[in-house]
């Protein structure tokens, strides 16, 4: 059908009046200090940061003093984290696969905000499944106000093509230093060789899934089919080029391209959306350089309402599978390319 789908997006970024959630942040790498701990703090109405975890002690110790946590909250270890149960929800920011820590939070009661990829094969989603649904998916990009405006206007059955095009440099942060505001108040190949053979598979699931996140959103779907794939470029142990398409369930296509470039100076992202009306070209650099009113604070927001008002996410389990299947569907069509 046609219409647009601003109104599902707009909904979930509200941020409802309601108790201040007190949070549990687990992985405490650079995308958590550069990226979520600065945004929670700024959103102190909303969250208090009460418990961080990890590994390397030295890393939770800084991030509590910078976020007034008590040593009480703390932790190195995720199993005594969970024992602790001075949190409402819980962000786990760690790297790789977060099926296990994310089927141990859900199973404890507690809502996850849980960092891509959700894991790395379909019994690893199967667990968290089984574990809940209380799960929502970082995918930010869904949340870009430069989204929420082009849905708005966007006429899903008159889409002719979805175009997403990126360019991958090595990730570069910004150097911030950052403080927290002052307190207030008080049977696929892929099943079996495992992700780390391929990096197409990884490319998919680290950095693909926010287009495959905006392509569903225009589709109203939930998993993206792929009839046609190929990579090239890849040498030293690197990734290369990577492109792969497929039919929208409303009778258009999409296509992405996904390009690994080492001495490339800048991040880009575009995705054209090429209507029978006109074409809605939405551009995006580096993520980690972001503005107020980012999609990295709106899905906070959204969390924010998920916890407190049961809003649903846009991307949660279901979403997190799909783009496992999805991954695995690029690994078939690569094997029948060449």
């Given at each position: 059908?046609?219409?647009?789908?601003?109104?599902?997006?707009?909904?979930?970024?509200?941020?409802?009046?309601?108790?201040?959630?007190?949070?549990?942040?687990?992985?405490?790498?650079?995308?958590?200090?550069?990226?979520?701990?600065?945004?929670?703090?700024?959103?102190?109405?909303?969250?208090?940061?009460?418990?961080?975890?990890?590994?390397?002690?030295?890393?939770?110790?800084?991030?509590?003093?910078?976020?007034?946590?008590?040593?009480?909250?703390?932790?190195?270890?995720?199993?005594?984290?969970?024992?602790?149960?001075?949190f409402?929800?819980?962000?786990?920011?760690t790297?790789?696969?977060?099926?296990?820590?994310?089927?141990?939070?859900?199973?404890?009661?507690?809502?996850?905000?849980?960092?891509?990829?959700?894991?790395?094969?379909?019994?690893?989603?199967?667990?968290?499944?089984?574990?809940?649904?209380?799960?929502?998916?970082?995918?930010?990009?869904?949340?870009?106000?430069?989204?929420?405006?082009?849905?708005?206007?966007?006429?899903?059955g008159?889409?002719?093509?979805?175009?997403?095009?990126?360019?991958?440099?090595?990730?570069?942060?910004?150097?911030?230093?950052w403080?927290?505001?002052?307190?207030?108040?008080?049977?696929?190949?892929?099943?079996?060789?495992?992700?780390?053979?391929?990096?197409?598979?990884?490319?998919?699931?680290?950095?693909?899934?926010?287009?495959?996140?905006?392509?569903?959103?225009?589709?109203?779907?939930?998993?993206?089919?792929?009839?046609?794939?190929?990579?090239?470029?890849?040498?030293?142990?690197?990734?290369?080029?990577?492109?792969?398409?497929?039919?929208?369930?409303?009778?258009?296509?999409?296509?992405?391209?996904?390009?690994?470039?080492?001495?490339?100076?800048?991040?880009?992202?575009?995705?054209?959306?090429?209507?029978?009306?006109?074409?809605?070209?939405?551009?995006?650099?580096?993520?980690?350089?972001?503005?107020?009113?980012?999609?990295?604070?709106r899905?906070?927001?959204?969390?924010?309402?998920?916890?407190t008002?049961?809003?649903?996410?846009?991307?949660?389990v279901?979403?997190?599978?799909?783009?496992?299947?999805?991954?695995?569907?690029?690994?078939?069509?690569?094997?029948?390319s060449?």
């Amino acid at each position: 059908g046609s219409g647009s789908v601003a109104g599902p997006v707009e909904a979930v970024v509200e941020a409802v009046v309601g108790p201040v959630v007190r949070v549990a942040v687990v992985g405490l790498g650079r995308v958590a200090r550069h990226v979520h701990l600065p945004l929670l703090a700024k959103l102190d109405k909303h969250f208090e940061v009460t418990a961080v975890c990890d590994a390397q002690h030295g890393y939770a110790a800084d991030v509590a003093r910078r976020m007034r946590v008590p040593g009480s909250g703390v932790f190195t270890d995720v199993r005594s984290l969970f024992g602790c149960g001075e949190f409402d929800a819980v962000l786990l920011l760690t790297s790789g696969s977060h099926a296990a820590l994310a089927a141990e939070a859900l199973k404890r009661g507690y809502p996850v905000f849980c960092e891509k990829p959700l894991a790395h094969t379909l019994d690893e989603a199967a667990l968290v499944q089984q574990a809940g649904d209380r799960l929502m998916l970082g995918y930010m990009k869904q949340y870009d106000p430069v989204v929420t405006e082009a849905l708005g206007s966007v006429d899903l059955g008159a889409i002719r093509h979805v175009d997403v095009s990126v360019l991958h440099p090595p990730e570069r942060f910004p150097q911030i230093d950052w403080t927290p505001a002052p307190a207030s108040g008080s049977a696929s190949p892929a099943e079996h060789v495992g992700p780390r053979v391929h990096w197409e598979y990884r490319a998919v699931l680290d950095s693909v899934c926010h287009d495959l996140a905006l392509i569903r959103l225009l589709d109203s779907g939930v998993g993206v089919d792929v009839d046609a794939a190929y990579s090239w470029g890849a040498r030293d142990g690197e990734s290369g080029s990577l492109e792969f398409s497929g039919p929208l369930s409303h009778g258009g296509r999409y296509s992405v391209r996904w390009h690994y470039l080492p001495d490339y100076p800048e991040y880009e992202e575009r995705v054209c959306v090429h209507t029978e009306g006109g074409t809605y070209d939405l551009a995006f650099g580096n993520p980690y350089f972001f503005g107020p009113d980012s999609g990295f604070e709106r899905e906070l927001l959204a969390f924010h309402s998920f916890v407190t008002a049961g809003t649903p996410p846009l991307s949660g389990v279901a979403e997190g599978t799909a783009d496992i299947r999805t991954g695995m569907l690029v690994l078939d069509a690569l094997g029948k390319s060449g």
